[in-house]
Structure formats: C-alpha cells, structure tokens
C-alpha cells in the first residue's frame, strides 16, 4: 500500500480578503480585515474585489504614486496595473496582489488631523 503525502494549502488560502480600514495605521488608508474585536493588515485584495478597502489602496496608488486610476471601489485591470507599478517602485514581487508585505512596503494616502492637510507615509 503507498502511503499518502499531505499536500499543504497555499499560505494565501488562510489570509481573508480586506473587508474594512486597518484602525491602528491612525490616518493612513490603509487596508484591513476586521472582524470582532480584532484587526489585522494581514489581508488581500486581488482583481474582482470590490469595496471600501479597494478604494483605500486605489486612493494611495492614485495619490502616493501619480497613478491615473479612477476611485470606484472595483479592483480591476487598471487598479492591478497601478498595484504592480507601485510594488515594482518599493521592491516587492510585482505580482499585482496587495498583500502583508505589499502592505507594509508601500506608501498610502492619509490626511492630517485639524488641517485636512493629505500627506503619504509607511506604518
């Protein structure tokens, strides 16, 4: 009898897409995945997402790295294309996923508090 081999999942099979805002990342639009009481930056977004979070990353790429990209909330060709620029720019696999280690490579968008004032900056 052959014995069997365990094939383990992708490391990306337990990462949950981004569904909100990274709250500890203050004024940066950072996205994050909440869920209870938690929250993580330890989330995806890939071509096909759609919502809050994809805009977030849309806002930074738009406005931290001059991508021409509209703020809809759709992640699609465009949006990948301008992930991939920006990932390319801070040394990170151009793979067009936003991810843990994009996250943490990138700039993203935030405004000042009092002021308004829109700024980019790492968490």
Known sequence: MAAATAVAAPASAATPFCNNHYLPAGN??????????TTT????????????????LQQSLKYC????????????PATRSALIAAQRTAGVAADGVYGPVTAKAIYHSGFSNGSGQQFCGKF
């Open 65 to 76: 790295y001059g991508q021409n990209i509209a703020l809809d909330g759709s992640f699609g």
């Open 28 to 37: 940066l639009g950072v996205p994050g995945f909440v869920s209870g009481g």
């Open 41 to 56: 930056y330890v989330c995806t977004l890939s071509q096909g997402r759609t919502g809050f979070p994809v805009k977030l």
